[in-house]
């Protein structure tokens, strides 16, 4: 876990020296991981957003091509 890591070289320095494994920093390092693994999810869901989006617009294009240039004939 990256988090995890993370959380343990930040708590390293703010100490000062090697950190001892007691209840708060294992407990820092649990928090430390549950934000990495947040984080990851909000951008899943993000990239997963815009790609949705994407693929709906892709989708969606040849209809409304198809539309424009009924339009088009119509008027004409």
Same mark, same amino acid.
Not at 9 to 29: D, N, W
Not at 58 to 67: D, W
């Given at each position: 876990?990256?988090? &995890?890591? %993370?959380?343990? *070289?930040?708590?390293? !320095? #703010?100490?000062? %020296?090697? $950190?001892?494994?007691? /209840?708060? $920093?294992?407990?820092? *390092? ?6 990495? *693994? /947040?984080?990851?999810?909000? $951008?899943? *869901?993000? $990239?997963? %957003?815009? /790609? ?5 617009? /892709?989708? &969606? #294009? ?6 424009? !240039?009924?339009?088009?004939?119509? !008027?004409?």
């Amino acid at each position: 876990y990256f988090g &995890s890591y %993370g959380t343990l *070289i930040l708590i390293q !320095k #703010l100490v000062g %020296g090697a $950190v001892e494994p007691t /209840l708060i $920093v294992r407990a820092i *390092i649990v928090m430390g991981i549950l934000v990495g *693994i /947040l984080c990851v999810a909000a $951008v899943s *869901i993000v $990239v997963g %957003g815009i /790609l949705g989006t994407a693929m709906g617009y /892709l989708v &969606s #294009l040849p209809q409304a091509l198809r539309e424009r !240039k009924e339009e088009a004939q119509a !008027k004409a």
